[in-house]
């Protein structure tokens, strides 16, 4: 009990000593910032009487010193409080006008004052060579406009009240000062026994609470305390791994949505979106930032927009293929996922998720497969068709009739041919396609390899009444490295096509080849003044079996799949091929090979080194 008496003692005379001196402390801080608030009170009034003098003069006034300033300068004097020294200064900080206390006048700018010139107005308290205590306001003034025209400086010394300070505290703590000397040697050892184990623990507490995981509790000795530091160490521990697991699994949760294919949104309750993956702002071609903005801000779409707005209306998930026609055409099959409210989580409203998931390449390559199978069916079907339909009739009596049975196996005979050409060129095209047909580097001179196609081409040139011009000048040919073969597969295919598809009269086909102006890729153009092809044909002539004019094709003996060879070819050698085409002028095709430097000096090189040691 008398224990317990004297902590209570010593509680209660603590507590006096302590009220006693916060009266004292706090009564000098009232009288203080009392006297301050008046004194900054009064330098404002300056300002404020000085702004309202400026307010129609500008920065331009006061650097060229004109009337209107000059008469500002008179009114602005009147106004002043002679305990204040004023001093104003222009856009370049030079002074234009000073006035006032004289005792001020030679005081220099503070460093926080300096840097107020440009900004809003600060105040600073300083002592001053003599010991005073000076406040300085500085700053800049505006006019209506709300424009910068100067800065000013407003110094103004407060009455010396520290004796009356110093006396108010002498009074109130001295009394208490035998008091602390007395309890001080019996509170010390509570001090170091308890206090400092507890304040330890509640910094360590208080690091936690700021997730430094990091901070554990050193004993101190106090049993009941040290087994709650130990309790707190364990807990530190504990949080230090849960920390670093939920970091983890934040990082591959952001991994994951990052290289998701899928477009995914999360939205609230409100509307806003709350998580946006990389798919999604690349599949709705969002901005920079669509988070907390409401979805049909942002969202383009009728057919989207209402499948989100049925998902929150019937609280059930929703799913459909939507078409996007801005800012790109885009097929998406769309899942909208309703997300209720959990009720042992907080924080969390009830969501809706869309996923998004861009199948325009899908729905291309179904309709491209599906269109091959068709005419590839159709292109097989004919020849057959014709074969069995001649077998008939030479079988019901035609061999009787020699001319007719001539005539009608002729015709089977170009079927069949015909048919061979399209099984080939199915094969081929398969075979490049999957690239195998092997790659065969060697150097090549271009203008030799144009001749040889376009001298194997010339009976159907002849046949079609077409003209080739091409240079034939081998010294001035351009030689590069390339596969051979294959490049006389691709001007074969189409030079042939430039006759076939020409004029019945005066068809030409010019041949040219030249290099970029980086010599990294050999040109070669085949132009002619044909038939020409439709804009909204071009972009589908590459495609397999597909024909501008279906008759006249299937008249040529086409199969339909020269262009996507050519393509392939082309693809597999790393160039590409461009094509430009005005219906009833002509068309051009031009293709880029690389023309690989290096490996023809190295292959020159090597021949030369073979026919050095022969």
Not at 98 to 120: C, R, V
Not at 129 to 149: A, R, S, V
Not at 290 to 296: A, G, L
Not at 346 to 371: F, H, N
Request: charged share 25%.
């Amino acid at each position: 009990m008398k224990r317990l008496t004297l902590i209570i003692t010593t509680v209660f005379s603590l507590l006096f000593i302590l009220y006693s001196f916060l009266f004292a402390y706090n009564a000098n801080e009232v009288v203080q910032v009392t006297v301050q608030q008046e004194t900054q009170e009064s330098m404002r009034d300056t300002v404020h009487s000085v702004e309202r003098i400026t307010k129609n003069l500008t920065a331009e006034d006061v650097v060229n010193n004109s009337s209107a300033w000059f008469d500002a300068q008179q009114e602005i004097m009147n106004t002043l409080n002679p305990m204040e020294r004023v001093s104003i200064y222009d856009a370049n900080h030079k002074e234009v006008l000073s006035f006032g206390n004289k005792l001020l006048a030679n005081i220099p700018f503070t460093e926080a004052g300096k840097q107020a010139l440009d900004k809003n107005l600060s105040f600073t308290e300083f002592e001053n060579e003599e010991d005073m205590t000076t406040y300085e306001y500085t700053g800049l003034i505006k006019n209506k406009n709300h424009q910068p025209i100067a800065s000013i400086r407003v110094l103004r010394n407060v009455n010396d009240i520290t004796e009356a300070q110093n006396r108010l505290l002498i009074v109130s703590v001295g009394g208490s000062v035998v008091m602390v000397l007395i309890l001080l040697a019996i509170l010390s050892y509570y001090f170091k026994k308890i206090a400092q184990p507890i304040y330890s623990i509640s910094d360590v507490v208080g690091r936690l609470s700021k997730s430094d995981y990091s901070i554990r509790y050193n004993q101190l000795g106090v049993a009941e305390i040290d087994e709650l530091g130990d309790d707190i160490n364990d807990l530190a521990s504990n949080l230090s791994r849960q920390d670093i697991q939920i970091s983890m699994q934040e990082e591959r949760l952001q991994l994951l949505m990052d290289y998701l294919v899928v477009g995914v949104l999360m939205i609230d309750k409100k509307h806003r979106i709350k998580v946006a993956n990389k798919a999604a702002y690349s599949i709705f071609d969002l901005d920079d930032n669509v988070i907390n903005h409401k979805y049909e801000e942002v969202l383009t779409g009728y057919r989207l927009l209402q499948m989100i707005e049925t998902c929150y209306s019937t609280k059930e998930n929703v799913n459909d293929e939507v078409y996007l026609y801005y800012p790109k055409e885009l097929i998406l099959d769309v899942n909208i996922l309703y997300v209720p409210k959990k009720a042992n989580v907080s924080g969390i409203s009830e969501q809706v998720v869309v996923l998004a998931y861009d199948i325009t390449e899908i729905r291309r390559l179904e309709k491209v497969r599906s269109d091959f199978i068709a005419n590839a069916s159709h292109e097989l079907k004919t020849p057959v068709t014709a074969l069995k339909g001649f077998t008939e009739t030479l079988l019901d009596g035609a061999l009787e009739d020699e001319d007719t049975a001539r005539e009608f196996v002729e015709i089977m005979n170009r079927e069949a041919n015909r048919l061979g050409f399209l099984i080939n060129d199915i094969l081929d095209l398969a075979k490049i396609e999957q690239d195998q047909l092997g790659h065969r580097s060697e150097t090549v001179q271009l203008n030799r390899v144009i001749a040889e196609v376009v001298h194997s081409l010339e009976i159907p040139a002849s046949e079609n009444r077409v003209k080739v011009h091409y240079d034939n000048d081998l010294e001035a040919g351009i030689r590069f490295t390339t596969e051979e073969m294959r490049l006389k597969q691709i001007l074969t295919n189409l030079i042939n096509n430039a006759i076939k598809y020409n004029k019945a009269e005066g068809g030409q086909v010019w041949i040219s080849s030249t290099v970029t102006e980086d010599d990294k890729y050999v040109v070669i153009a085949i132009r002619d003044n044909g038939l020409g092809i439709p804009d909204e044909d071009i972009p589908r002539i590459f495609e397999r079996f597909y024909r501008v004019d279906k008759t006249r094709s299937t008249a040529s003996g086409g199969t339909g799949l020269g262009l996507s060879i050519v393509r392939n070819l082309v693809a597999s050698m790393s160039g590409k091929i461009d094509v430009v085409s005005e219906l009833n002028e002509g068309s051009t095709f031009t293709v880029y090979l690389p023309k690989n430097d290096k490996n023809l000096l190295e292959t020159e090189a090597d021949a030369s080194l073979s026919a050095d040691s022969e």
